[in-house]
T-cell receptor, first 110, second 112 residues
Framework: GIQVEQSPPDLILQEGANSTLRCNFS?????LQWFHQNPWGQLINLFY???GTKQNGRLSATTVATERYSLLYISSSQTTDSGVYFC????????????FGKGTKLSVIP | EAQVTQNPRYLITVTGKKLTVTCSQN?????MSWYRQDPGLGLRQIYY???????DKGDVPEGYKVSRKEKRNFPLILESPSPNQTSLYFC???????????FGNGTRLTVT
């Protein structure tokens, strides 16, 4: 099956700093999503982005499908950005099986 | 408010005692799915459903059952729970295979 690798596994930032999280995948995908799991365990959908670039406030994401990677940018980080960020992908037209990466644990300190 | 609702949030049970975790969505989504999350193993799909009466196995279906009799509900059934099913469980839904996936708040299950 498709492999998903996220980097870095852990990241500690000072409040106000910017960061880039990376997701590499081993095959062509037709579905790529980024999620944030907050310290209370809730999983929030950030982006549905199989290709191209999207922005939502301080967060933006870019997927370069031909090169099999996606990047999540967090600017001016806040303590509420702490948590684990997951990338999930699926391959094959109409595939319902999302494969999740192991995540990047982000800690933003005041 | 559009949401996926799971119940209960926390559940402690004993080996072999049948249990059901309920999941309901109010967004008229076709697709629903169950995941379990374990330290070091990440999120793994248990079962999914493409529509009413249509379900299929995910990566780790052993020991679980599901049903989709109505579009909004997708309960997860553990007929005879075992300690290795202690985990954090999430229900999720989306409009279709290439749509944003929305998660419930999770159910933390402990089987002793």
């Amino acid at each position: 099956g498709i492999q998903v690798e996220q980097s870095p596994p852990d990241l500690i930032l000072q409040e106000g700093a910017n960061s880039t999280l990376r997701c590499n995948f081993s095959d062509s995908v037709n579905n790529l999503q980024w999620f944030h799991q907050n310290p209370w365990g809730q999983l929030i959908n950030l982006f549905y982005i199989p290709s191209g670039t999207k922005q939502n406030g301080r967060l933006s994401a870019t997927t370069v499908a031909t090169e099999r990677y996606s990047l999540l940018y967090i600017s001016s980080s806040q303590t509420t950005d702490s948590g684990v960020y997951f990338c999930a992908v699926s391959a094959g037209a109409g595939s319902y099986q999302l494969t999740f990466g192991k995540g990047t644990k982000l800690s933003v300190i005041p | 408010e559009a949401q996926v609702t799971q119940n209960p949030r926390y559940l402690i049970t004993v080996t072999g005692k049948k249990l059901t975790v309920t999941c309901s969505q109010n967004m008229n989504h076709e697709y629903m799915s169950w995941y379990r999350q374990d330290p070091g193993l990440g999120l793994r799909q248990i079962y999914y459903s493409m529509n009413v009466e249509v379900t299929d196995k995910g990566d780790v279906p052993e020991g679980y059952k599901v049903s989709r009799k109505e579009k909004r509900n997708f309960p997860l059934i553990l007929e005879s729970p075992s300690p290795n099913q202690t985990s954090l469980y999430f229900c999720a839904s989306s409009l279709g295979p290439n749509s944003p996936l929305h998660f419930g708040n999770g159910t933390r299950l402990t089987v002793t």
